[in-house]
């Protein structure tokens, strides 16, 4: 099982992808977005809200060397065992 990392302010660097996880409705939706240079616009891949699940797995599919998953839960979003552990 994938352990990924709570996203804490200021932690992300240039590489790492971060999950946005929040609610849409009664649903939990998510997007993956890759963190760039300061003074540029992180990559948002791909541009529509996905399933959690789906979410992870284009995450886990683009991490690439020393890179990390890093995950941001909106108010109200409670993380899913199922999707892996978080620290």
Not at 48 to 72: C, D, N, V, W
């Given at each position: 099982m994938t352990i990924y990392q709570r996203l804490q302010k200021g932690q992300e660097k240039p590489g790492d992808l971060v999950i946005k996880l929040y609610h849409s409705g009664d649903e939990i939706r998510g997007f993956v977005r890759k963190v760039t240079r300061r003074g540029k616009d992180d990559s948002v891949f791909p541009?529509?809200?996905?399933?959690?699940?789906?979410?992870?797995?284009?995450?886990?599919?683009?991490?690439?060397?020393?890179?990390?998953?890093?995950?941001?839960?909106?108010?109200g979003v409670e993380w899913d065992a199922r999707w892996g552990t978080l620290h």
């Open positions: 541009g529509e809200e996905m399933e959690p699940a789906a979410a992870l797995q284009i995450a886990r599919s683009h991490l690439h060397g020393a890179s990390e998953i890093l995950i941001e839960l909106s108010e």
